[in-house]
């Protein structure tokens, strides 16, 4: 995987893109069709090959693509990566993405998640906080459950990640590397049902 890759469903490059996620695939094709630029995320390192974060949504998407012909992979950012498309390709992705997200359950995301759910959500916030500590990384200390709760799916929702991916150079180590260790939940969304 390297330059000549594009993200399609990078939500969560930004907090704020992920804080919009009311419409996450409307913004995935939005980045799609502006330009199909090169992805400029770092290779892979291979050691982390077999750690990326469990996300059984964005597995059943990335197999749907897949079964509808289409060379992809999974993101270290959330969701799928592809090769560049040329213009003649774009519509024709575009259509099996749409497909695809909603037949694996992608496009719903956090719009669709049960209470349960997202007090799941909340409590592995609570443990990347927790991780992001341990590694003496930035991060903001998660508000209670309650405030969480109230603040889900608005501009002031809590992500541990936040401090991070406003300033990624905080980070201070291969990002594979502290996503492996310390992976963002609303990310990979790896919740029971989802």
């Not at 069709?33 to 059984?56: D, K």
């Not at 998407?61 to 959330?78: F, I, K, N, P, Y």
């Not at 508000?143 to 936040?162: E, K, V």
Request: proline share 8%.
């Amino acid at each position: 995987m390297g330059g000549d890759q594009v993200s399609l469903a990078r939500i969560a490059t930004t907090t704020a893109a992920r804080r919009l996620s009311v419409a996450p695939l409307a913004f995935a094709i939005i980045i799609l069709i502006s330009g199909c630029a090169a992805n400029t995320s770092p290779e892979r390192p291979p050691e982390f090959e077999n750690q990326m974060p469990a996300s059984p949504v964005t597995d059943r998407l990335l197999r749907c693509v897949q079964d509808a012909g289409w060379e992809a992979s999974r993101s270290w950012t959330g969701g799928i990566e592809s090769s560049e498309l040329s213009p003649q390709q774009r519509d024709q992705y575009v259509a099996v993405l749409v497909a695809c997200s909603e037949e694996s359950g992608w496009s719903a995301g956090m719009n669709s998640l049960t209470d349960e759910q997202i007090e799941q959500l909340y409590w592995q916030e609570v443990e990347v906080f927790e991780c992001l500590k341990r590694l003496d990384r930035p991060t903001d200390p998660p508000p209670t459950h309650q405030t969480y709760r109230d603040s889900f799916l608005t501009a002031d929702q809590y992500y541990a990640f936040g401090l991070i991916m406003d300033n990624p150079q905080l980070a201070d180590m291969p990002f594979e590397e502290l996503v492996a260790l310390c992976p963002p939940p609303t990310w990979f969304l790896n919740l029971d049902g989802f």
